[in-house]
């Protein structure tokens, strides 16, 4: 986060005369889509990655109010007091530094299924919740991301079936339209409860949402929230074709066919190095590339130079990554407390004591992100 960006960002929010087509333009969109279901004249358009806002916009500023990157009233000290880590020094204090926020319990674990975890992020927790959502009922469905056929870009997709998760395991790291089904998520009778995934900017705008009465029908169904933590952002479509040209690849990203695919390491312990991006050209080349150099193509700026949440505080369960096989999953609700239990106890996800090489992955991946937003943040408040 940078000050410039977070007071640039505010007088987007601020002019009437202003829509999301702003916030792209300036490069602070994340490409939730959240913004597409609160338009009430269609006006707003995504074009794998662009955002356009069409000439039926009324200025109603629904877009903006939603928008997941509007942080007026968490840019304050109450923020800062949401984040402190009061709770977790006495509960593990080795990464009391992280800002972790609230929660009800914490665990380090991996999903006891290695066909799960071959196909996911670190020690896919995340998929192994969702399966035991859906294999127990606690909801009839959940919202995933996901590649779909001929799409460069991830997109959010339906399921009800547990068997379909593994299809969508891993993280994404590219732009991810993940609420663009919220309004067939409202207007599905057959939905009476589902489990969403998100990053922690998402997660904000389903607590938005959830204060918000234009948004009743929809909040009704939304069970639970898990969040992945996320102290990056993503890159820019430009970014990441500058960067593949940057590789020898002059083609365009739609000439593209993007696979992921797995390739472990034992002395990685950036599980953002093992998990990499096949870019296949249509002449058949490969160009394989970790996620984690994906993630460094960005330019600035970009969504995490306004975000100043990295965990997820508005979710049911937060996860990172604690290790390239394990996770730590922060259950800060009564009803995400109880998921995770019950996927401990039907052996869906199985735990150990945090070691060593855990705590130092969770302090490193969350430093770079914890010291810019409290700089940014002191500056800001101390500005105001």
Not at 31 to 47: D, K, M, T
Not at 241 to 268: C, D, H, P, Q, T
Request: aromatic share 8%.
């Amino acid at each position: 986060m940078t000050l410039n960006d977070i007071e640039k960002s505010l007088s987007i929010f601020e002019n009437k005369n202003y829509t999301v087509q702003h916030i792209y333009d300036s490069r602070y969109c994340n490409f939730c889509g959240a913004c597409i279901h609160s338009c009430p004249v269609n006006a707003i358009e995504y074009l794998d990655p662009q955002i356009i806002v069409n000439e039926n916009c009324i200025q109603c500023g629904k877009c903006l109010e939603v928008c997941s990157q509007n942080q007026k009233i968490r840019y304050s000290k109450q923020l800062v007091d949401i984040e402190r880590n009061e709770q977790i020094k006495d509960v593990h204090p080795k990464i009391a530094n992280v800002p972790l926020g609230s929660f009800k319990e914490i665990w380090n674990g991996f999903s006891s299924s290695r066909k799960t975890r071959n196909v996911t992020m670190a020690g896919g927790v995340t998929t192994s919740l969702l399966y035991t959502a859906l294999s127990e009922n606690v909801v009839d469905a959940v919202l995933i991301p996901e590649f779909t056929e001929n799409k460069q870009n991830p997109r959010g997709r339906i399921t009800s079936n547990p068997e379909e998760l593994l299809q969508s395991g891993g993280s994404k790291y590219l732009p991810t339209l993940s609420l663009d089904k919220l309004n067939e998520i409202a207007n599905n009778q057959d939905i009476d409860k589902i489990a969403i995934t998100t990053l922690p900017c998402q997660a904000y705008v389903i607590k938005k949402m959830f204060l918000d009465t234009q948004y009743e029908k929809l909040v009704k169904k939304i069970h639970l929230v898990l969040t992945l933590f996320c102290g990056n952002g993503i890159p820019y479509r430009d970014d990441v074709e500058l960067f593949l040209k940057a590789k020898g690849v002059i083609e365009s990203l739609s000439e593209f066919k993007v696979i992921r695919r797995r390739e472990r390491r034992i002395w990685r312990i950036n599980p953002q190095d093992i998990e990499r991006y096949v870019f296949i050209t249509k002449d058949g080349k490969e160009v394989s590339i970790s996620s984690s150099k994906i993630l460094r193509c960005k330019t600035k700026p970009n969504c995490s130079t306004i975000c100043p949440d990295y965990t997820g505080y508005f979710s049911d369960i937060s996860i990172g990554a604690s290790h390239i096989s394990a996770n730590i999953v922060v259950a800060r609700t009564e009803k995400g407390r109880e998921l995770v239990k019950l996927a401990i106890e039907k052996e869906f996800i199985k735990t150990k004591n945090f070691s060593k090489i855990n705590n130092f992955l969770i302090n490193f991946m969350g430093k770079n992100k914890r010291d810019l937003k409290r700089k940014s943040y002191h500056k800001f408040l101390k500005n105001k």
